[in-house]
């Protein structure tokens, strides 16, 4: 098994950029895939982004491509969102995942979930 935690969130204006960290522990991080989904009261939780165990692929939903970036540090069992150009339609709470899958873009796919961080971003 492995634990989630994410930080990093806040209150930020429109074209703001903000880097959210998801720290893992228990089984080692490296040994799954990692994601980023977020949810708006009333809505499903959607993907935003995902990256292979060891970092060489990446995929992102279309509506963040080119503004967030996807990494990770299997060093240090962490997994980062940096969020460049903010909108107002990027708030929402943002949950880290862990799957066994290769680069899984569906919330079915994932195994393990953290709390999830509030991001809000003003106009």
């Known amino acids: 098994q492995v634990q989630l935690v994410e930080s990093g969130g806040g209150l930020v204006q429109a074209g703001a950029s903000l880097t959210l960290s998801c720290a893992a522990s228990?089984?080692?991080?490296?040994?799954?895939?990692m994601g980023w989904f977020r949810q708006t009261p009333g809505k499903e939780r959607e993907f935003v982004a995902a990256?292979?165990?060891?970092?060489?692929?990446?995929t992102y939903a279309d509506s963040v491509k080119g503004r967030f970036t996807i990494s990770r540090d299997n060093a240090k069992n962490t997994v980062y969102l940096q969020m460049n150009s903010l909108k107002p339609e990027d708030t929402a709470v943002y949950y880290c995942?862990?799957?066994?899958?290769?680069?899984?873009?569906?919330?079915?796919?994932?195994?393990?979930w953290g709390q999830g961080t509030q991001v809000t971003v003003s106009s």
């Open positions: 990256i292979s165990r060891s970092g060489g692929m990446r």
């Open positions: 228990g089984r080692t991080a490296s040994a799954y895939a």
């Open positions: 995942a862990a799957s066994l899958g290769v680069v899984p873009n569906r919330r079915r796919e994932y195994n393990y």
